[in-house]
């Protein structure tokens, strides 16, 4: 059993990776791709998704690499995450994230403190904002059912579809967007976006603990009968 120390120096070490990747991919790919965003986002997509297979492969045994405060409610609510180390793991997811901001921007030997202009919200994009997060909670809790083992791969398969299919680009995790209002680069979101952005995908992560919840219930009953 690892130390509460040690698990929240998981989760703050991977959201700083995690979100230095989607900040810095974002910022090289828009340097490269010279206005086309398709091929910024592609690049952006290919980044994160590759890096969260790594970090969730790597982390997990230590932390259980949720990145992603979604995640960690979700487990909550599933009773398999304390209620103790909920907060704790908010509080440094969100740090990691920050953090992670700050790191691809001195990278990229930009201003360190910034905010976006990018305004993301529409009815749509708040509707997709849902849609992603309940997709990745629910990968994630599938996975786990299947092979433990997958969901690095299964986690970072979705993430860079998700990238394509969403209107939102599928940010799909509070601590992610609140350090993507920092920048004013590709991956960046208006600030006064943020709220609603995380309220979605909060309403995302609820469903799909209900829905999974629902179906194994379901499950539980037609064995009992067969």
Not at 26 to 48: F, K, P, S
Not at 62 to 81: C, D, M, T, Y
Not at 128 to 149: D, K, S, W
Request: charged content about 10%; aromatic content about 10%; proline content about 3%.
């Amino acid at each position: 059993m690892e130390s509460t120390t040690t698990k929240l120096a998981g989760e703050f070490l991977g959201t700083l990776f995690l979100v230095a990747t989607v900040v810095g991919s974002g910022i090289m790919a828009e340097r490269l791709a010279e206005g086309n965003d398709a091929v910024a986002l592609l690049g952006n997509a290919l980044a994160t998704g590759v890096m969260l297979s790594v970090l969730i492969t790597v982390i997990r045994s230590l932390s259980g690499a949720h990145f992603n405060p979604a995640v960690s409610v979700a487990f909550w609510l599933r009773k398999e995450l304390t209620y103790a180390l909920v907060a704790p793991y908010v509080i440094v997811q969100i740090a990691g994230g920050v953090c992670g901001t700050w790191l691809a921007h001195l990278m990229f030997d930009m201003e360190i403190l910034q905010t976006s202009t990018n305004t993301r919200l529409t009815v749509g994009t708040f509707v997709a904002e849902i849609v992603a997060t309940f997709g990745l909670v629910a990968t994630i809790i599938g996975t786990l059912r299947v092979n433990p083992h997958w969901v690095g791969a299964t986690v970072g398969l979705y993430i860079s579809g998700a990238y394509w299919f969403t209107a939102s680009t599928s940010f799909a995790n509070p601590a992610v967007t609140i350090a993507r209002g920092l920048t004013e680069s590709f991956s960046g979101i208006a600030p006064s976006d943020v709220a609603p952005f995380i309220l979605a995908q909060l309403i995302g992560a609820v469903i799909a603990v209900a829905c999974f919840w629902l179906l194994q219930r379901s499950g539980t009953d037609d064995n009992s009968v067969g």
